[in-house]
């Protein structure tokens, strides 16, 4: 078949985003492999459109239409490499569950992102945001990537290093629309340590831990705490945490600590990571709603589109919250998600 007639005209996307935010792509293709991907490309270049890389849609808000090619990533393919006494590498296609990739490799006996489990969207996204929970992150294990280079026009393999990896952040986020992931390598091993350090994780595992604690132990707690205190965008529409921990100096923190009596930080080499959660509680925004979005009442950074609003409901919602907590502790919250619309950049989600 020729790309022409795969290509789908006039696509709502409300099912393809875990906001379930009304959007119509202008174009519509869902791709299985990299050369149908190439040729979707050409075309696009040819017609001269913009192109959106979708993935999960878990981290982008759609705020109007998408005038141009949307390419949904369903690259799938799971493998083990390089297995060699305890070690192994993990390799993914980008359309790929990241949850499922979890499961896998945890019920293998592979440790290494255990903490990151029920995190949803497609391993293809997970390097865009550098996912992280429970105080790992994806490069924290991550080998390489394969993406196809818009820019240069050819196929390139990234290490750690050339991701440019920061917390909540990569040369990927911050190239939107340059690199299309299309497969990753995770470096796991069957002896590494179990990060179990954060107070959820202590009190849902008991103190001591177990004697024989395995991966799959980690991501059952992981699972367990996530689902006591985040909704299912299946059931509730959500994107899951949509403001990052704003990181401030030492000296702002100690500012912020004698003036607001409990505020929560978590100490980083010369600086400290603030939670935006307790942040946007002492605001008084937890459990608030209106007529179409809301926040959800047990976590403070999750915003629900609980009643068919719209991406513009969303971020209307998502500005006050941000101004609130700049006008009470004069710190800046910066969103998660990319922003979908008429006239956006491309990247994936």
């Known amino acids: 078949m020729s790309i022409e ?3 789908q005209s006039g696509v709502e996307l409300e099912e393809f985003n875990t906001l379930h935010l009304p959007s119509i792509a202008k174009y ?3 791709v299985t492999d990299s050369q149908t991907l190439l040729r979707a490309l050409h075309w696009a270049d040819e017609n001269r459109l913009q192109v959106l890389i979708l993935g999960g849609g878990s981290n982008l808000v759609f705020s109007g239409d998408f005038e141009g090619l949307v390419i949904r990533i369903s690259i799938r393919g799971r493998s083990w490499e390089q297995a060699a006494n305890s070690e192994a590498t993990l390799v993914l296609g980008a359309g790929e569950s990241w949850h499922d990739a979890v499961l896998y490799a945890a019920r293998s006996g592979y440790r290494g992102i255990e903490n990151l489990a029920l995190i949803p969207g497609t391993a293809g996204a997970a390097p865009v945001q550098n996912i992280g929970a429970y105080g790992v992150e994806l490069q924290d294990t991550l080998a390489s990537v ?3 280079d818009r820019e240069e026009g050819g196929w390139v393999t990234l290490n750690k290093e050339q ?3 920061a917390y909540r ?9 340059r690199f299309i992931i299309t497969e990753l390598r995770l470096k796991l091993s069957r002896d590494r340590a179990l990060q179990t350090g954060y107070r959820d994780l202590q009190e849902y595992l008991g103190d001591p831990l177990p004697d024989k604690l395995e991966a799959i ?6 699972m367990a705490i996530r689902r006591r205190k985040l909704p299912d965008p299946e059931i509730l529409p959500n ?3 949509f403001f990052k921990n704003p990181v401030v100096p030492n000296e702002v923190y100690e500012g912020l600590r004698n003036q607001f009596d409990g505020i929560v930080g978590y100490a980083q080499p010369d600086c400290v990571k603030l939670a935006a959660a307790w942040l946007i509680d002492q605001c008084g925004w937890k459990g608030f709603r209106n007529e179409t979005v809301g926040v959800h009442n047990r976590q403070a950074l999750v915003l629900i589109n609980h009643s068919g609003g719209s991406g513009r409901d969303i971020l209307a919602l998502a500005d006050r919250i941000r101004q609130s907590v700049c006008e009470r502790f004069g710190v800046e919250l910066e969103m998660e998600p990319g922003i979908v619309g008429s006239g956006c950049s ?3 989600g």
């Open 5 to 7: 007639l795969a290509i």
């Open 28 to 30: 519509y293709l869902e």
């Open 146 to 148: 394969t993406a196809y």
């Open 163 to 165: 991701c440019g990896f």
């Open 169 to 177: 952040d990569s040369v990927f986020k911050r190239n939107p629309g």
């Open 217 to 222: 132990d980690v991501v059952e707690a992981v």
């Open 239 to 241: 994107a899951g945490s």
């Open 346 to 348: 491309s990247e994936i």
